[in-house]
């Protein structure tokens, strides 16, 4: 009657509740809301363990590369700005 869908890191992404559960005392209610969400919880950590170890060794060449490109884009951008500036200087700020 409960069903809950988690992600990772471990955060709630869903929970859906069978009307009927509403009919339920609030303990054992809040037991199958508990009982859902931990069994979410065992479920994500066995797909995390099934898709194994992550090479993380290209990350930092690529971080590395995002970086350059960013500081030659802003450097353009600045660029840019600096030369409108001067030609508006120019026309007496026309």
Do not use: C, H, W, Y
């Not at 590395?64 to 951008?77: K, M, P, Y």
């Amino acid at each position: 009657m409960v069903t809950v869908t988690v992600v990772p890191p471990g955060e709630v992404a869903e929970l859906t509740l069978d009307p009927r559960v509403m009919r339920l005392p609030s303990e054992t209610l809040a037991e199958e809301i508990t009982s859902a969400v931990n069994q979410a919880l065992t479920d994500l950590r066995g797909k995390a363990t099934t898709i194994g170890p992550i090479d993380l060794s290209g990350l930092g060449d690529t971080l590395r590369r995002i970086q350059e490109d960013t500081g030659r884009r802003l450097t353009a951008f600045t660029d840019a700005l600096v030369q409108a500036q001067d030609r508006m200087a120019a026309r007496g700020g026309r």
